[in-house]
C-alpha cells in the first residue's frame, strides 16, 4: 500500500516526529490515515481547498485545513502547498500536541491554533484557516462588522470577534483565539485573516464564504453613500431562535450579557465596530459594539413611537 511504502523520514525538513516510520505500536495510527472516513475527509479537505483557491480567500501556500477524526488525532493540510493543489496523499495526522503521526508531507504550522480550538470546543470537528480580502480588510483595520444587516449573516456566523495580532506559527498565536472560540464559530484574526470551526470542513468553509461576502457587500453599501436600513432588533431575534435550533454559537444567547452590555470578547481591540452611516454619512468616528447595540436599540424605538403617534 501506498502509505507503507511512502516512509514519512524521506521528507527533508520534517520534523522530529514525522521522521519516524510506522512502528508496530503505531498500527493504529496507519489504520484510521488509511480508513474509509479518513479518505473521504481527505477528499473533502481537498475539495474545500480548491473552493478556497477559487474564492481567492488562499494566497500562495496560505490558508489550512483541519479535521479531528480522533479523540486525539487531527487530518490537516501539509505547510508549503497552495490549497488548490492538494490531494489525498497530502494530508497529514497530528496528534492534538501537534505531533505528526501520519503523512509523507510535514504538517503546517499553524495547525497548533486548530489543536487550541479543538481543545477547548468540543463540538469544533473541523477548522478552516484563509485569508479572504474583504474580511481581512476588516482585521487589519481593528473592526468587526455590525450586525443586524443580513439575515444569513446572523444565523451562521453572528457577532464576530477579533483576536489581538500575534506571529503565525507560534503557540502564542495558536492562543490568541482561544477567548472567542467558544461563543463565535469564527473570528477576526488582527493583520492576518480569519479562522472558522464546524461540525464538518465543509460548513467551516461556508461560514469563511458567508463573513467575507458579508464584509465585502457592506463595503458596496458604505460605498453607495446612503445609511444602511437594519433588521430590528425583535426580527433580530426569529433569526436568533433559528440559530439555536441548528446547534450554532452566539454570543447574544446570553442576554444578560446583552443588557449589560459585557461583550468582553469584543473589548479591546475588537470592540470597535464600522460605524453604519446612520446619519449624515460622515463615517469618520468608531463606535464600539456596545454603542451599536444602543444606538440601534435608540433608532428602533424611534421608529416605533413614530408609528404609535400616527
Ligand atoms: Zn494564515
Redesign the pocket.
Given at each position: 500500500m501506498k502509505n507503507e511504502t511512502k516512509s514519512i523520514e524521506s521528507v527533508a525538513g520534517n520534523n522530529a516526529a514525522a521522521s519516524r516510520e510506522f512502528s508496530a505500536g503505531q498500527a493504529p495510527n496507519r489504520q484510521l490515515y488509511t480508513s474509509p472516513e479518513a479518505e473521504a475527509i481527505k477528499k473533502e479537505i481537498c475539495g474545500v481547498g480548491r473552493k478556497l483557491w477559487l474564492r481567492q480567500f488562499v494566497d500562495g501556500n496560505?490558508?489550512n485545513i483541519s479535521y479531528r477524526i480522533g479523540p486525539n488525532e487531527v487530518l490537516c493540510t501539509p505547510t508549503l502547498m497552495s490549497k488548490y493543489d492538494l490531494t489525498p496523499e497530502d494530508i497529514c495526522l497530528v496528534d492534538l500536541e501537534g505531533n505528526q503521526i501520519a503523512g509523507s508531507r510535514p504538517r503546517t504550522s499553524?495547525v497548533l491554533m486548530h489543536l487550541e480550538i479543538y481543545k477547548s470546543v468540543p463540538e469544533a470537528k473541523s477548522v478552516v484557516?484563509c485569508?479572504p480580502p474583504h474580511a481581512t480588510a476588516y482585521a487589519i483595520t481593528g473592526r468587526v462588522p455590525p450586525n443586524l444587516v443580513i439575515p444569513e449573516y446572523e444565523i451562521f456566523v453572528g457577532k464576530v470577534a477579533i483576536s489581538p495580532y500575534e506571529t503565525?506559527g507560534t503557540q502564542a498565536f495558536a492562543e490568541t483565539v482561544l477567548p472567542y472560540v467558544k461563543e463565535h464559530n469564527t473570528v477576526l484574526l488582527s493583520n492576518?485573516?480569519i479562522v472558522c470551526w464546524a461540525d464538518t470542513v465543509t460548513h467551516a468553509e461556508w461560514y469563511a464564504e458567508v463573513l467575507d461576502t458579508y464584509c465585502w457587500t457592506l463595503m458596496n453599501a458604505v460605498q453607495l453613500g446612503a445609511p444602511l436600513s437594519f433588521i430590528s432588533e425583535q426580527k433580530g431575534a426569529d433569526l436568533l431562535v433559528t440559530k439555536k435550533k441548528l446547534g450554532l454559537p452566539d454570543v447574544r444567547f446570553d442576554t444578560s450579557r446583552i443588557k449589560e452590555g459585557q461583550f468582553s470578547d469584543l473589548e479591546s481591540p475588537g470592540s470597535i465596530a464600522l460605524k453604519p452611516g446612520l446619519s449624515d454619512g460622515a463615517a469618520a468616528g468608531r463606535l464600539s459594539s456596545a454603542d451599536l447595540e444602543l444606538l440601534v436599540k435608540a433608532v428602533t424605538t424611534a421608529v416605533m413611537a413614530a408609528i404609535a403617534a400616527k
Amino acid at each position: 500500500m501506498k502509505n507503507e511504502t511512502k516512509s514519512i523520514e524521506s521528507v527533508a525538513g520534517n520534523n522530529a516526529a514525522a521522521s519516524r516510520e510506522f512502528s508496530a505500536g503505531q498500527a493504529p495510527n496507519r489504520q484510521l490515515y488509511t480508513s474509509p472516513e479518513a479518505e473521504a475527509i481527505k477528499k473533502e479537505i481537498c475539495g474545500v481547498g480548491r473552493k478556497l483557491w477559487l474564492r481567492q480567500f488562499v494566497d500562495g501556500n496560505g490558508g489550512n485545513i483541519s479535521y479531528r477524526i480522533g479523540p486525539n488525532e487531527v487530518l490537516c493540510t501539509p505547510t508549503l502547498m497552495s490549497k488548490y493543489d492538494l490531494t489525498p496523499e497530502d494530508i497529514c495526522l497530528v496528534d492534538l500536541e501537534g505531533n505528526q503521526i501520519a503523512g509523507s508531507r510535514p504538517r503546517t504550522s499553524e495547525v497548533l491554533m486548530h489543536l487550541e480550538i479543538y481543545k477547548s470546543v468540543p463540538e469544533a470537528k473541523s477548522v478552516v484557516h484563509c485569508h479572504p480580502p474583504h474580511a481581512t480588510a476588516y482585521a487589519i483595520t481593528g473592526r468587526v462588522p455590525p450586525n443586524l444587516v443580513i439575515p444569513e449573516y446572523e444565523i451562521f456566523v453572528g457577532k464576530v470577534a477579533i483576536s489581538p495580532y500575534e506571529t503565525p506559527g507560534t503557540q502564542a498565536f495558536a492562543e490568541t483565539v482561544l477567548p472567542y472560540v467558544k461563543e463565535h464559530n469564527t473570528v477576526l484574526l488582527s493583520n492576518h485573516g480569519i479562522v472558522c470551526w464546524a461540525d464538518t470542513v465543509t460548513h467551516a468553509e461556508w461560514y469563511a464564504e458567508v463573513l467575507d461576502t458579508y464584509c465585502w457587500t457592506l463595503m458596496n453599501a458604505v460605498q453607495l453613500g446612503a445609511p444602511l436600513s437594519f433588521i430590528s432588533e425583535q426580527k433580530g431575534a426569529d433569526l436568533l431562535v433559528t440559530k439555536k435550533k441548528l446547534g450554532l454559537p452566539d454570543v447574544r444567547f446570553d442576554t444578560s450579557r446583552i443588557k449589560e452590555g459585557q461583550f468582553s470578547d469584543l473589548e479591546s481591540p475588537g470592540s470597535i465596530a464600522l460605524k453604519p452611516g446612520l446619519s449624515d454619512g460622515a463615517a469618520a468616528g468608531r463606535l464600539s459594539s456596545a454603542d451599536l447595540e444602543l444606538l440601534v436599540k435608540a433608532v428602533t424605538t424611534a421608529v416605533m413611537a413614530a408609528i404609535a403617534a400616527k
